[in-house]
């Protein structure tokens, strides 16, 4: 009881820094980027013609403002679940995946799959990422195409602002009037000190940027990547299955287009809003007979059709083969395990 109380008080404590810390670092996270425009379209004189340097400072507050807007929906898009009874199973159903009963023992609530309880929020998260501290909100169901957005336009936008510093730098390397004769003492401290921050702060978004691009295409969150290690598909070609099966993968295309929503708008970071509410997923693909590999050597992978289980209508398929039997042979003597049975 003592350890339980002890560690109920370090999360209250995390959760009381981070309340108070977020605003701090939201107004850290909109300085660099800002910095960095006023530096390039104002102090940097980058020798281009006037078409050119038009283009490129439209491109400038372009990929700025898609960041901020970005980063705005990131904060204030919220991934509560919705308030709703745990739903009566259906025990003809043979996928366990939505045979969910499961309660948040924090929130003494129904608890939909893909969903986690964050200490930090102290909610419970639909389809939770992670909870970061950048945007002082969780990663999860509803914003995570904001998210990964921002971390795209950011990452355009430090890459952008690299080159132009590299280009300023060099001009001014090679500047026949000296090094600091162009600019005050003031600029190139400012400079140098933005730069330091922004080059590690680059590396990280870019980490980031490739790492989100990855969980999209596998359609997994990066709490259920660390938990199975493996980007398991429903139909596995090794001798050996995967320890665990991401069975919400159903193909890059699939993925791509569920995560933005099957928006032609993908590049703006509308909020993610779904029919299923948070509760339902759809699910990896369906294996054709000729995925499966077949263990027993008598069996030619020649003769399997190729045809698919589709296991929504397992059910259906099977009454309609009872009604098909039960005309068949009706009225006529069934023995079944010694005993005789009678079709109605």
């Known amino acids: 009881m003592i350890h339980s109380n002890d560690h109920n008080h370090r999360r209250k404590k ?33 020798k281009m013609d006037p078409t050119t340097e038009l283009i490129n400072g439209f491109l400038v507050f372009f990929f700025y403002g898609m960041a901020m807007w970005s980063y705005y929906q ?14 009566l199973q259906d025990n003809r159903r043979i996928d366990p995946i939505y045979k969910n009963t499961n309660s948040c023992l924090e929130c003494n609530k129904w608890k939909p799959i893909r969903t986690h309880h964050c200490s930090l929020c102290g909610k419970c998260i639909l389809k939770m990422d992670h909870h970061c501290p950048w945007i002082h909100n969780c990663v999860g169901l509803r914003n995570h195409r904001s998210f990964y957005l921002f971390t795209m336009y950011m990452t355009i936008g430090a890459m952008q602002y690299s080159y132009a510093s590299w280009v300023y730098f060099r001009f001014l390397f090679r500047s026949s009037q000296g090094f600091f004769s162009h600019q005050s003492t003031f600029f190139y401290i400012y400079w140098c000190l933005t730069s330091l921050v922004l080059y590690p702060t680059c590396a990280m978004l870019c980490f ?3 790492y989100h691009t990855s969980l999209i295409l596998n359609n997994q969150t990066t709490l259920e990547q660390m938990r199975s290690g493996s980007n398991g598909t429903c139909c596995f070609q090794n001798d050996k299955p995967p320890k665990n099966i991401n069975l919400f993968d159903r193909g890059k295309l699939s993925n ?13 970071p509308f909020e993610n809003i779904y029919k299923q509410d948070g509760t339902q997923y759809p699910i990896a693909p369906l294996c054709t007979l000729q995925d499966i590999q077949i263990d027993n050597p008598q069996i030619q992978i020649g003769q399997i059709p190729d045809q698919q289980f589709d296991f929504d209508k ?3 398929k099977y009454e309609e083969y009872l009604a098909i039997a039960k005309q068949k042979y009706k009225n006529k003597r069934l023995v079944l395990i010694g005993k005789e049975i009678q079709l109605d």
């Not at 791509?256 to 703006?268: C, D, G, P, R």
């Open 256 to 268: 791509i287009a569920w995560f933005f929503n099957y928006s032609y708008f993908w590049f703006l």
């Open 208 to 210: 980031l940027f490739f």
């Open 14 to 46: 995390r959760a009381q820094f981070k309340h108070q810390a977020g605003p701090f670092i939201i107004f850290f996270t909109i300085l660099m980027p800002t910095n960095c425009v006023i530096l390039e379209q104002f102090y940097f004189d980058l």
């Open 74 to 87: 990131s904060i204030t898009i919220k991934n509560y679940t919705i308030e709703k009874a745990t739903p």
């Open 314 to 316: 397992i059910d259906q």
